[in-house]
């Protein structure tokens, strides 16, 4: 018996939930997206599950399409056994909230939550699916890490693993006797503040004192001093976690994604350091995908989900 395969037989929904902007979609069984649309993420996380959900479901009536599962990205820890998101410091309102629950109230069909950095790598793996041991690390507002091992996303054993932004480095931030983390001087928000230092601080620039993270790296790409600084200290401490997760995971490459990390110039200041300290270091290499990695992402684990009870519901027939 031939089966005829109609990619419009069954759709997925998927949206990546960032802490101001959504993006949310339809996509048929060949993972083509036939609907997309960005969105303002709202006051909280609760405003922004119910706006995923109405979205959705206008695009599936628009299309004229039903949707068989979907997966949602969130920012933070989702932890599967309580249906909560952890640490999503940039968008309140997940405290009390169960997730999947409520999506899959709101959607009626069968909803995957995950971070949004797991799923940017499980569309890193999707474009070369002959590397299945990789990280993807987003360095942004925040910056976090998705592990692909041996092809399958790793998660750790509550779903927290990737949190790398709180790799402790050597000291301490000049204003807190906290301990210095990755996130305190690679981040967007840590790279402005030290150009602002820096430039406060007597290191010549021809930017202002408030430039963001593009205009900082393209000036020390043509040599200011006060952004050169800066670009160096973000590129040691990047390098520095790095080479302990390399320690760790031992990862054939790792791509960078987010505002900082799929800067070429960033890029390029870490590839250097790393040479600078190991002969062979892993390759580093931008994203390609850039902010829609994750929606693709959660495109590609709704298709699996979907996949899987479409043969089961097949083969179940034909008993």
Known sequence: ?????????????????GATKIIVGVA??????????????????????NR?????????????????????????????????VE???????????QVRAKLEELLD???????DVNLAALAEADLDIDQTNFAAISIGTGIGMGIIAGGELYR???????????????????????PLILEDVSSAPAIRKQFGQAAESGYPTELHGSADVPEIFDAAAQGDPAAVHVLENAASAMATAVMQLCLIIDPERIVFGGGVGANQVFVEAVNAELYRRHSQPVEISASTLGRRATFLGAVSW???????????DTLGSQR
């Open 156 to 178: 750790g054993g509550t779903g927290a693993a990737g949190e790398v932004g709180s790799l402790e480095l050597h000291g301490s931030p000049a204003d807190s006797n906290a």
């Open 1 to 17: 018996m031939l089966y005829e395969f109609v990619p419009e037989a069954g759709f997925v929904v998927a949206a990546d939930i």
């Open 28 to 49: 048929n069984l060949l993972g083509t997206v036939v609907a997309e649309r960005e969105l303002e993420t709202g006051p909280n996380a609760e405003t922004a599950l």
């Open 302 to 312: 709704a298709l699996d989900e979907l996949h899987e009870s479409l043969v089961t």
């Open 52 to 84: 995923v959900a109405e979205t959705a479901h206008q695009m599936l009536s628009e299309i004229g399409g039903q949707a068989g599962s979907a997966c949602i990205g969130v920012p933070g820890i989702y932890r599967p056994h309580s249906d909560g």
């Open 87 to 97: 640490q999503a410091l940039n968008l309140p309102g997940f405290e009390g909230l």
């Open 109 to 115: 069909m069968e909803v995957r939550v995950d971070n």
